[in-house]
Structures are given as structure tokens and as C-alpha cells.
């Protein structure tokens, strides 16, 4: 089975070179949006992925908040979240793992190794 | 032909860079720093992935005004128009 990731951030910028990134990774499958209110809905009617990749600011419905209301979902409660962001500060990054991510990514990633930097990722939190 | 597998990508982000560079000089123009930090934000996030960090630290500091409190750092705006305006 491959490893499915929802990819959701309102760049198409970065949606399509996560994409690019992802797929070099032939056992993964994406699921890329391009805002929380898609991706919830999305996740309130399909499979729970295996790990959602969340930007943190986006108009309308920022990446915390989109964490908050898919944690209300059922199935979700513990579904891995990955923030990405450009602020990299040990400050904001300690914050968004406090909120319950179990890593952060950080803008501008490299794109030959995001497939591998997840992995390493949940690899980590379920040590 | 390009063996650059983002170069198609490359070429769009300028495209839209461009677009960004005019927003961003409307909104400083007529004072919206909203605009300003979601224009930054952007850039600073996806800049870099295409090779142009020039571009993505202005917009960082930028950003990095915003995310601090401090606000518009009108000459960090500046430098990232400049460094808009030396698009290829």
C-alpha cells in the first residue's frame, strides 16, 4: 500500500513542486489542495490519509486552525500533521509542534528529499 | 531542451512573479500591509525552491517583520521590489 499524503497549501507555487517532489517517490500517493476548507472536506467524506502536510498561513482558514477542526473528525484524532512553513525560528517551530505536528517542514524545502524527509519524519514519531 | 526538471515550474514562477511585484507596489502604495505580508509570505516560501534566493531573503525579511510585531519594514519592501525588478 502506498503511503497516501494530503498535501493542502493555497501557493500553487509550492503545490506543484511538492508534487514534482513527491511523486519522485513511486511508493507515495498525493493528495494536493489548495485550501483547509477543500481538504476538509475532502477529509470529512474520503479515507484519512497517512499524513497531512499542512501550510500554516493561508487566507480564510490558517494551518492551526485547519489542524483544530480536522482533529474533530472522526478517524482523524490522530492522523500525523506536518506544518510547513517559511518562518523557521526555533520559537515558531517549537509552537506549531506544540499544537500537536509531529514535525516541521521548512519553506524553501529541497525538492530531491521532501519524499524522504517525511518518511524520516513519521519514522520518528512512531519510535 | 532543458534537463532541469522544474524549469517548466521555474518559468510559471516568474510569470507570477512579476504579477507579485505589481500587487506588492499597489499595496505599498496605497498602504494595505495585509497584502504586502501575504505577497512576502509567498515569496519567501517559493522563491528559493526555484534558485532565486536573493528574492526569497528580501521577502523573508520582510515576512520576518510581520511575524515579529514590528510590522511593514518599508525598506525591506523596497529591497524586495529591486530584488524583483532583477528577474531574469
Known amino acids: 500500500m502506498p503511503l497516501t499524503v494530503m498535501h493542502i497549501d493555497d501557493e500553487t507555487d509550492i503545490r506543484e513542486v511538492a508534487a514534482f517532489a513527491l511523486e519522485l517517490d513511486s511508493d507515495l500517493a498525493l493528495i494536493s489542495v ?9 477529509l470529512e467524506t ?19 486552525s485547519v489542524l ?4 474533530e473528525i472522526e478517524g482523524l484524532e ?19 509542534k506544540a499544537l500537536g505536528a509531529i514535525g516541521v517542514v521548512v519553506k524553501p524545502f529541497d525538492p530531491m528529499t521532501l519524499a524522504r524527509q517525511l518518511r524520516d519524519i513519521l519514522a520518528a514519531a512512531d519510535a | 531542451m532543458s534537463n532541469d526538471p522544474l524549469a517548466a515550474l521555474r518559468a510559471e514562477f516568474c510569470v507570477r512573479a512579476v504579477e507579485d511585484r505589481a500587487v506588492l507596489a499597489r499595496a505599498l502604495a496605497v ?7 501575504r505577497v512576502a509570505h509567498g515569496l519567501a516560501g517559493s522563491a528559493g525552491l526555484f534558485g532565486f534566493s536573493d528574492i526569497g531573503a528580501a521577502a523573508l ?13 518599508a525598506a525591506a519592501a ?3 521590489i529591486a530584488a524583483l525588478d532583477a528577474l531574469p
Do not use: N, Y
Open chain 2, 78 to 80: 523596497d529591497r524586495l
Open chain 1, 46 to 64: 474520503g479515507p484519512a490519509p497517512d499524513i497531512i502536510l499542512l501550510d500554516v498561513m493561508m487566507p480564510s482558514m490558517d494551518g492551526p
Open chain 1, 68 to 71: 483544530a477542526r480536522l482533529r
Open chain 1, 78 to 96: 490522530k492522523t500525523p500533521v506536518v506544518f510547513m512553513t517559511a518562518r523557521a525560528q526555533s520559537e515558531e517551530v517549537e509552537r506549531l
Open chain 2, 31 to 37: 498602504g494595505d500591509p495585509d497584502r504586502v505580508e
Open chain 2, 61 to 73: 525579511a520582510v515576512d520576518d517583520g510581520f511575524a515579529s510585531g514590528r510590522g511593514l519594514d
Open chain 1, 34 to 42: 489548495g485550501s483547509g476548507a477543500e481538504a476538509l472536506a475532502h
